[in-house]
């Protein structure tokens, strides 16, 4: 099961789908590229445990994370 989860200013939310289910993959890939192209930053869990931005979907990753860009002022 991979794992989305998307940070924002009400808290976390998380959703899973399964990476051999065509239907839920698309659902995945379709929101990653709804949240990237609103502004979130996404980033991989690498095999180290060390975040990794990505700019692309992978619906093989077991974890994807989204957060929001800092805003300065």
């Not at 808290?11 to 990653?32: I, L, M, N, T, Y």
């Amino acid at each position: 099961m991979a794992t989305q989860i998307v940070m924002d200013h009400t808290g976390d939310r998380c959703h899973g789908f399964d990476p051999k289910d065509s239907e839920a993959v698309a659902k995945a890939e379709k929101r990653f590229k709804k949240l990237t192209g609103a502004g979130f930053i996404a980033a991989e869990r690498t095999s180290a445990g060390e975040p990794r931005q990505v700019k692309s979907f992978n619906p093989n990753a077991e974890e994807t994370l989204f957060f929001p860009r800092l805003v300065g002022g």
